[in-house]
């Protein structure tokens, strides 16, 4: 793995890890296309690369896609209506008539496949992480810069229904300040995912925290608040499982207490073993209102208000207690995409609005949510905590920038 780069070379590239966050309103989205606009597109991965309507959206054609496996193109041609295809990324490239690509291929390839696609002149959205390392971090963010061409990262957490509320109670107001925020990524289960015809895959030891966006999503996303510092804790059992992972990794569950440039906690889990809840979820604390998302299959979304009624306290006190209220979660699916995407997708039906976003902002020539500055964001944090886990917990500082 290359895990080392010059930190003071990122951190000046990308202003300064004291650089001011200009704070915008989280709850906005793309809106109803204006433009009859075709943008051609080319999916590659016919895994989850299945999974992203491209064809329901009125701006947008599928050219081409691609797989490595010849069941799995066949697959993608079926799912978007396309009659051509290509055995590698490589070839699809060359195609002309393909202006960006959906790149759903494995976490260790986003980087080096990122960096092709806009080098070859086509715009990008591509699944996370960002990259698993701050050298392949530094590369993708020059090369979006030198190209001009526009880079989304595929963050369904930003999109799911809980987050989207949350955005809108942030920019509101509602909240007042939050002092406080987690999140918690649970996959239990994934050892099945370690080996392929008796070959080890990408997931194998994959460390959590090099997977972190479905967690530090949860803030960055809501408040455009940066993490700057962070202490991470990793628990291992020296399984077999674990034994010769290509990325040297003892973990199966890292735990991360982040500070932000507000000065606020964030606590992130990402865990892929124990008797876990499978679930995705988040709560944001503040000082006038906190939400608290569900854990999936277990109870229900609820609002805690800073609205106080008298109640007593298990030692018989009076208290001023606050309201707790449950919370029926609004369906933004139903309102805020175009008419043939308004329907339940995966990751919390969060594809459609990835989808959207990124065809809307080629079309609009502007930057999309999660432009690379966003995704590094929500990546460059587990990086850190990764290494801080391998030093039993030591506060590191993170790089920020614009």
């Known amino acids: 793995m290359k895990n080392k780069i010059n930190r003071r070379a990122f951190i000046g590239m990308a202003g ?13 989205f793309a809106g109803m296309p204006l433009s009859d606009r075709k943008i051609n597109v080319g999916v590659v991965g016919g895994r989850f690369g299945l999974s992203f309507y491209f064809n329901e959206h009125p701006n947008c054609i599928v050219e081409a896609v691609s797989d490595l496996y010849e069941d799995r193109r066949e697959r993608l041609m079926n799912t978007y209506q396309c009659k051509k295809s290509y055995e590698s990324l490589e070839k ?51 090369t979006v810069k030198r190209t001009g061409l526009t880079y989304m990262m595929a963050e369904t957490t930003t999109y799911r229904q809980p987050v989207i509320t949350a955005k809108k109670f942030y920019s509101q107001g509602d909240f007042g300040n939050i002092f406080s925020s987690a999140a918690q990524y649970y ?16 997931r194998h030891g994959l460390p959590p925290m090099l997977y972190p966006t479905h967690t530090t999503a949860h803030i960055v996303a809501v408040t455009g608040e940066r993490l700057t510092t962070v202490s991470c804790l990793g628990w291992g059992d020296d399984s077999p499982w674990l034994k010769g992972n290509m990325y040297g ?23 892929w073993k124990g008797a876990i809840a499978d679930t995705e979820r988040g709560e944001w604390r ?38 707790m209220n449950l919370h029926e979660q609004e369906l933004w699916w139903k309102t805020m995409l175009p008419e043939p995407m308004r329907h339940p997708t995966g990751h919390g039906d969060s594809h459609c609005f990835i989808t959207h976003e990124f065809i ?19 990546t460059v944090p587990g990086i850190i905590a990764h290494e801080s886990a391998l030093k039993n917990g030591e506060m590191m500082n993170i790089p920020n920038f614009m």
Not at 360 to 378: G, H, T
């Open 16 to 28: 300064g890890s004291s650089v001011a966050i200009c704070l915008s309103p989280r709850f906005s």
């Open 92 to 142: 699809l490239l060359h195609d002309p008539k393909v202006e960006a690509v959906g790149l759903f291929t494995p976490a260790p390839d986003h980087a080096r496949h990122v960096i092709m696609s806009l080098n070859a002149g086509k715009h990008v959205l591509s699944a996370v992480p960002l990259a698993l390392n701050m050298q392949d971090c530094q590369m993708v963010l020059e």
């Open 187 to 202: 996959h239990p289960g994934l050892e099945e995912l370690y080996f392929e015809g008796g070959k080890p895959t990408w």
């Open 249 to 271: 990794n003892p973990f199966w569950n890292e735990t991360a207490f982040f500070k932000t440039n507000k000065g606020n906690a964030f606590i992130g889990e990402v865990c």
């Open 286 to 323: 503040g000082d006038k209102m906190s939400f608290y998302s569900e854990y999936k299959g277990l109870g229900t979304h609820k609002i805690v208000s800073v609205e106080t009624q008298t109640g007593t306290d298990d030692a018989g006190f009076t208290v001023a207690k606050p309201k």
């Open 360 to 378: 809307s902002s080629i079309i609009e020539n502007r930057k999309p949510e999660i432009d690379v500055y966003e995704a590094l964001a929500y």
